[in-house]
């Protein structure tokens, strides 16, 4: 009989497997601890009663044939079989079952002998007509079971997809890099088409003076983006690696704390700002009127900037929670409002001017910013701040987002102002041979096409981000390794094929903006000099964006400081100082400067960030690393959803209390710390 009812679970599992074959193995496992259990190889004292009844039963002539056990067994089995997918035991594990079986085999057919033969007819044959009847009754019930499991099973994997562990994790590395670009490359797109749709409509309401001043206050507003993009990689890369750790909970108050710091900002910035303005559009060679537009455009927004950096922050958690899709859609209302509704209201209708211009901009960013705001705090996303936590104290984690993120704005930072500081040094190379209107109109193109060429490779590293940072709070440092060099990979080949299309066709590409031979002339030599190496900054950008995710911020300042501030400035001035009358000979700085930016880049990538090539290699090294000091300071890492389930089985079937496993595996931050993430942050 026990023979009888292991091959009719054997079936029973077929049918399963031929369901659903991808838990083919661990199905097997489940089975075979299922015997286990029943030839009590590890009896605990539960199981030796419940085998001493059976032995009764079965000299009886009626083991397994008790509907009600039959239906308990029916549900551990079912139970068993729901569990995931899992490696099969070994061939130790296998020898003993098999022994134990035949041991049992024995003990039944031994103990069926010592009654008569007549009992023993009369035992087989109602023996017989009963297990007919179960199981008939058992195939049924079984069938339902797993129609059960299936629609759950359905259900579950729906929930799964729309959870942020998914999109942030569950997916391969290459589709998570290509999903989470697309809010910021959108983002990036439209960040640009705000220049060009302001300056289309400036030209055709206020003219070229109007165009002037978008020029020279572009200083100021670089700072500004300097700062916006500085809050909203806080707000992503913090929120990524909280829920990364299993440490959700903590991600409202990080917002709220990140909301409240923005509005200080959003009040110092102007402070610091505005008295600058006036020296700043001199000392580029502005005149009065010039000076005063510039002052009513940047007065409304300067004063307003809360506004934006709010919403870009709001942005950012967007990033964090995987929504990237859902960013997008918000930079492209924001940019579609600005340049159809605001734009042509304030200027054609009102007639405002450079005002309008500037309250065009902060509406623009407030009506969707109001929407999403509204969304957070009515519990439409996974992160569920309250308006409570305004009047709490501040998590040591929004700091600690400030301190990450504070490469991003040197990064930023030093992006504009170098640029800023070899302009001015280009110009006045160029009045010294009088080609100045010719050399800054060849500048321009330079700014454009830059800004062109780049946009993807920020696309790329706001999309890396987050999931990066996910995947460094769950120590999960080959997916990392993966995600970066898939980064990097996709970032070169599209700079090599802008370095290569713009340096093979710069006289064509420049004709679209001038047909003046001279202007052709110098635009071609500067083309070709900026773009030749563009093709390195992927990698460079790319670096700075996993000491980010690691959460190693000393170096990744220290990365953007050698990599962008200093390199443009400083080879720029020793050109200019060693020949003033030569501007086109200062673009080599760019050259000189990816050279020097690749040299630290790869220093620093061999001295930090060997575990990039070591982990594709062995993908278990990282992790293998990590258990071992987990081990040694009994602290186990966060978990998979399929670990907790297998666990959980074990520890009960080996005797331990359900409510002592729920406590050991709660969630608190002291069970889900990793101390191979803590010792790379130490790095």
């Not at 002998?113 to 195939?139: F, L, M």
């Not at 990816?594 to 620093?604: H, K, M, P, Q, Y």
Request: glycine content about 6%; some cysteine; overall charge negative.
């Amino acid at each position: 009989m026990y023979v009888f009812s292991n091959i009719q679970l054997l079936f029973q599992l077929l049918r399963f497997i031929a369901i659903n074959y991808d838990h083919f193995i661990f199905s097997l496992k489940s089975t075979l601890v299922y015997m286990v259990k029943q030839t009590s190889i590890e009896p605990a004292p539960l199981l030796e009663q419940t085998q001493s009844e059976e032995r009764n039963d079965t000299t009886n002539g009626n083991r397994f044939h008790d509907p009600e056990n039959l239906a308990s067994r029916t549900d551990n089995t079912h139970d068993i079989l729901d569990t995931p997918h899992q490696s099969v035991p070994d061939n130790n594990n296998f020898q003993i079952l098999d022994k134990k079986e035949e041991k049992n085999n024995v003990d039944n057919n031994n103990s069926l002998n010592n009654t008569t033969d007549g009992s023993n007819c009369t035992n087989k044959n109602t023996a017989n007509n009963k297990d007919h009847k179960i199981s008939e009754k058992d195939s049924e019930n079984l069938q339902e079971k797993e129609d059960k499991v299936e629609e759950f099973d359905e259900e579950d994997e729906e929930v799964k997809k729309n959870t942020e562990e998914y999109r942030l994790g569950g997916k391969t590395p290459l589709m998570t890099i290509l999903t989470l670009m697309i809010g910021p490359l959108l983002s990036q797109i439209m960040q640009s088409m705000y220049g060009l749709m302001d300056t289309f409509w400036i030209s055709k309401t206020i003219g070229a003076k109007g165009l002037t001043t978008m020029s020279l206050i572009s200083a100021i507003d670089f700072v500004d983006i300097a700062i916006c993009q500085f809050l909203s990689v806080a707000m992503s890369t913090r929120i990524s690696y909280l829920i990364g750790s299993r440490q959700k909970e903590k991600c409202g108050q990080v917002v709220v704390d990140l909301f409240r710091l923005e509005i200080i900002i959003g009040a110092i910035v102007p402070i610091i700002l505005i008295p600058c303005v006036k020296p700043m559009i001199r000392w580029y060679g502005g005149d009065e009127e010039v000076v005063k537009m510039s002052m009513e455009y940047l007065l409304p927004t300067l004063c307003c900037s809360f506004i934006k950096y709010t919403y870009l922050s709001l942005c950012g958690l967007l990033q964090a929670m995987g929504n990237s899709l859902v960013f997008g859609m918000a930079q492209v209302v924001s940019a579609l409002l600005n340049m159809l509704v605001f734009d042509p209201l304030f200027l054609y209708g009102f007639k405002t001017g450079m005002v309008g211009v500037s309250f065009a901009t902060v509406l623009s960013n407030l009506v969707p910013f109001i929407v999403l705001y509204i969304m957070l705090f009515a519990g439409k996303f996974c992160v569920k701040p309250s308006f409570k936590m305004y009047i709490t104290k501040f998590s040591g984690h929004s700091f600690d987002a400030l301190k990450v993120s504070t490469s991003q704005l040197i990064a930023n930072l030093a992006v504009s102002i170098p640029d800023l500081i070899l302009a001015k040094l280009v110009g006045q190379s160029a009045k010294e041979i009088n080609t100045y209107d010719e050399t800054m109109a060849a500048w321009n193109i330079i700014e454009r096409l830059d800004e062109f060429a780049m946009c993807v490779c920020h696309g790329l590293n706001q999309g890396f981000l987050p999931a990066a940072s996910y995947a460094f709070g769950r120590g999960d440092m080959p997916r990392l390794s993966k995600m970066a060099i898939i980064t990097t990979i996709i970032g070169t080949i599209w700079t090599s094929s802008c370095c290569i299309i713009i340096t093979s066709m710069p006289r064509i590409i420049a004709s679209i903006w001038g047909s003046d031979e001279k202007f052709l002339d110098i635009a071609e030599k500067v083309l070709i000099l900026c773009f030749a190496s563009c093709f390195l900054n992927q990698i460079i950008l790319t670096t700075t964006a996993t000491l980010q995710a690691m959460k190693n911020v000393t170096l990744s300042i220290i990365t953007s400081v050698l990599t962008m501030m200093i390199p443009v400035p400083l080879f720029g001035f020793i050109l200019y100082m060693t020949n003033k009358k030569d501007p086109i000979r200062l673009i080599f700085a760019y050259i000189c400067q990816d050279v020097w930016s690749i040299t630290v880049v790869l220093i620093i990538i061999f001295w930090k960030l060997r575990f990039i090539f070591t982990s594709v290699k062995d993908p278990n090294k990282g992790k293998k690393k990590g258990a071992e000091k987990i081990e040694g300071n009994s602290i186990k890492p966060p978990e998979s959803e399929t670990d907790t389930k297998i666990n959980r089985h074990n520890a009960i079937t080996q005797g331990t209390s359900e409510i002592e496993y729920s406590d050991y595996y709660s969630g608190s931050e002291e069970s889900l710390s990793n101390p191979l993430v803590e010792n790379i942050e130490k790095g």
